[in-house]
């Protein structure tokens, strides 16, 4: 067999590229529907997972730097001609399968690699390179899921595409019984008529402009109507504690509870408006509550949508100042470990968790530490939170960053008791702007 494509067949470098690009696209189809299905509770479901999302994505990248060798390939040299010419219409529908299929083969892992280049942590690509792009932002919220929901599409249209290509060869064989699909066989004589008719073929000469053309219609067509049932699919089945919808109606929920106004009691615990110590409203869309934990050697981010606190603090006052936090671990957002997440952190069992501390020591100008317990997971442990605050007139900037053990709230201690795929080490992230009420 010729190294080189002929009129008659293809050659050997084209034929195995073919062949291997089948097979690692015809395992990774339902590689990626097993494995999108798996659990990730426990710390063995997770590291399984990790491992087939890995090898996904390691077979994505191949796939895609073999499209585009076999691409720079077939630029360099000719396709075989068709075997029936004159069956016009079967050749345009073959010819526009075959540009979807290429089209797809290319915009299927790339929409992929972009996908896990938007998602922080979970599971790396098997290769030295780095895990990230410098044009894809990680601080896009809402960029993680389209480019979920594009490669889900794209994928179930490349399905639909190969179902097509099958087809056809199959049609070739069992019906027509002509050499199409033995000219990509090595080895496999596609018969002389067969070879004769491609030879006539080749003569008249072809235009590829309005098969190519009519392929991206295709792919763009099929990979947009996937693309909408897919993503109906997965908004009607995703979790309701996690959607922003339902975060901001916990939201009210909290602030109803943790925000009480200023009573009799409250209003004798010293200076300030009515003589109590003042009483701060924290401005939620100013403000954040975040973590990061290392993730299979990579930092993943998470944010608390839905949290509410209760602070009263005098800089001057600081034996009559207190504070009160409780967050909604339901609203944890982060990203394909979610799950995960809320499993560790036993969500289900205690879904709210709380800081209250009312011991503040000030060990700067514009610092402080704040000692109180965290209830987490059903365990209290003691937490100081150190933090600088900028007040100006009424209005106040609170940050702190710290790093917290998981394990003094016995987060994981069962099933990822090492660090090994959950780091030991949680480092907590606040931004807070409130306002003094008057």
């Not at 299927?108 to 979970?122: I, R």
């Not at 207190?322 to 952190?345: I, P, Q, Y």
């Amino acid at each position: 067999m010729r190294v080189f494509n002929t009129v008659e067949r293809y050659g050997l470098v084209a034929a195995l590229l073919h062949w291997i690009m089948a097979l690692l696209i015809l395992t990774l189809l339902p590689l990626g529907v097993y494995m999108h299905g798996l659990p990730q509770v426990t710390g063995a479901e997770v590291e399984q997972k990790i491992w087939l999302y890995s090898l996904h994505k390691t077979l994505g990248i191949s796939v895609l730097g073999l499209a585009v060798l076999r691409i720079v390939w077939a630029v360099f040299n000719r396709r075989p001609a068709p075997l029936h010419p004159e069956r016009r219409g079967e050749t345009f529908l073959a010819e526009t399968v075959h540009w979807a299929l290429y089209a797809a083969i290319l915009a299927t892992p790339s929409a992929g690699w972009l996908y896990h280049a938007a998602t922080e942590g979970f599971a790396p690509i098997w290769w030295p390179f780095g895990q990230d792009l410098p044009f894809i932002p990680s601080s896009h919220a809402a960029l993680p899921d389209i480019l979920k929901t594009v490669h889900g599409g794209l994928a179930i249209a490349l399905a639909g595409l190969i179902g097509l290509h099958v087809a056809g060869a199959l049609k070739h064989t069992a019906i027509d019984r002509d050499g199409t699909l033995a000219r990509m066989v090595p080895g496999w004589a596609m018969g002389s008529e067969s070879a004769a008719r491609a030879r006539v073929s080749g003569r008249s000469g072809r235009r590829h402009v309005p098969a190519f053309l009519s392929g991206l219609v295709v792919l763009v067509i099929t990979a947009s109507a996937a693309f909408i049932v897919k993503n109906y699919n997965d908004h009607d089945h995703a979790p309701l504690a996690v959607t922003d919808e339902n975060a901001a109606e916990g939201a009210v929920a909290l602030d109803a509870v943790t925000s009480p106004a200023p009573t009799a009691d409250n209003a004798a615990l010293g200076d300030g408006p009515n003589g109590a110590t003042p009483l701060w409203t924290v401005d939620r869309q100013a403000s954040e509550l975040s973590i990061v934990v290392d993730q299979n050697g990579s930092p993943a981010s998470g944010v608390f949508q839905d949290w509410a606190a209760t602070i009263r603090f005098d800089p001057e006052a600081l034996d009559r100042s207190s504070v009160r936090v409780e967050v909604a671990l339901g609203s944890l957002s982060m990203g394909d470990v979610s799950s995960t997440a809320l499993g560790l952190l036993k969500a289900g069992e205690q879904p709210t968790a709380i800081w209250s501390a009312d011991e503040f020591r000030n060990v700067a100008d514009n610092g402080y530490e704040a000692s109180g317990t965290l209830e987490l997971a059903g365990q209290s442990a003691p937490l100081t939170l150190p933090f600088t605050l900028e007040i100006d007139g009424d209005r106040a900037t609170m940050q702190s960053q710290m790093v917290i053990q998981r394990l003094d709230w016995g987060v994981g201690a069962k099933d990822y008791p090492d660090g090994g795929t959950v780091g030991l080490e949680v480092t907590l992230q606040i931004e807070l702007t409130a306002t003094r009420q008057n």
